[in-house]
């Protein structure tokens, strides 16, 4: 049988922290209301650990050239030397 962890509940109100209780399971609790807690197995390992951590990296921000100034700006924004966007003149910089 395995061992659940759970924690006290009297009258409607959690117990202080760290008050859990071990219950085999299928025990019946009686004159309790409790609330489970979710345990896991086994220990997560350095490897799988570190495998999910590997896409948590930064990336550079993508920079493209303004045709009009040829300045540095990102895609899919207005330039802000020269106010220009896809061609047209969108912010007046003068």
């Given amino acids: 049988m395995g ?3 759970f924690r006290l509940v009297r009258s ?3 117990a202080p922290e760290g008050e ?3 219950v085999a399971k299928f025990a019946t609790l009686t004159e309790r209301e409790i609330e489970t807690m979710a345990v896991p ?3 997560t390992g350095r490897a799988r650990t570190n495998s999910r951590r590997s896409s948590h990296k930064l990336t550079a921000a993508t920079v493209s050239v ?3 100034c040829q300045q540095a700006k ?3 924004h207005v330039c802000s030397g020269c106010g220009y966007y896809n061609g047209k003149e969108i912010i007046d910089t003068e």
């Fill in 12 to 14: 409607g109100v959690l």
């Fill in 74 to 76: 990102l895609p899919h």
């Fill in 41 to 43: 197995k086994r220990k």
């Fill in 66 to 68: 303004c045709p009009q």
């Fill in 20 to 22: 859990w209780i071990r």
């Fill in 3 to 5: 061992v659940v962890l």
